[in-house]
């Protein structure tokens, strides 16, 4: 009888703190929340502006234009990541090219290395470069598995909250026969 009166209030304890660690990043923070809508349903992203303050502000930019609405992953390597991003020859309704995606991005300049101390971890989202580590632009990947080689030489902008079992769905390849593309992206602020 005495354990089942001490029951009660730690389950509902448990089931408090439970909660805490659950709470998704679009209930927390819808403007830093992107939202990249796959053939299988929504991916949710938690923008990271306390690692990536210029990067993210560059995503959100090119999320609010719409540039990477319909733009294919053009380079998925099955236990590393999926990438994707190449406004320029990328967009599959305007001319995807599979030859020269990957080449291009944006209008917008470049931006400067935001490396930091996190890591590279199923799920985490990253920006690509060339070899140069101030040439990122609009091109992104998402991990599949830990990428621990990457840390410290790559910036880190977002985590996968939810949705990363469609995100293992994405057709591999490089590039893909017949890539898949993110159908609809939007910052989880604008979406009505």
Do not use: W
């Not at 599959?92 to 300049?109: V, W």
Request: proline share 6%.
């Amino acid at each position: 009888m005495h354990l089942a009166r001490l029951a009660a209030p730690l389950v509902a304890v448990f089931a408090l703190l439970a909660s805490a660690f659950v709470a998704p990043a679009l209930a927390a923070d819808p403007e830093n929340t992107m939202i990249i809508t796959l053939k299988d349903g929504d991916v949710t992203i938690a923008l990271r502006p306390d690692l990536a303050p210029k990067h993210v502000e560059q995503i959100k930019k090119l999320v609010r234009a719409g540039a990477y609405d319909n733009v294919a992953f053009h380079r998925v390597i099955d236990g590393f990541m999926a990438q994707t991003g190449d406004v320029r020859y990328g967009n599959m309704e305007k001319g995807y090219d599979p030859r020269r995606a990957g080449g291009g991005d944006s209008d917008l300049p470049n931006i400067p290395a935001e490396f930091s101390r996190e890591h590279f971890a199923r799920g985490t989202v990253g920006m690509a470069r060339t070899d140069d580590p101030n040439s990122a632009n609009s091109q992104f990947f998402i991990c599949f598995d830990d990428a621990g080689f990457l840390d410290r030489k790559y910036t880190i902008f977002g985590q996968v909250e939810s949705g990363m079992e469609l995100v293992d769905n994405i057709v591999r390849g490089e590039p893909p026969q017949t890539p898949d593309r993110m159908i609809k992206v939007r910052i989880a602020a604008d979406a009505k």
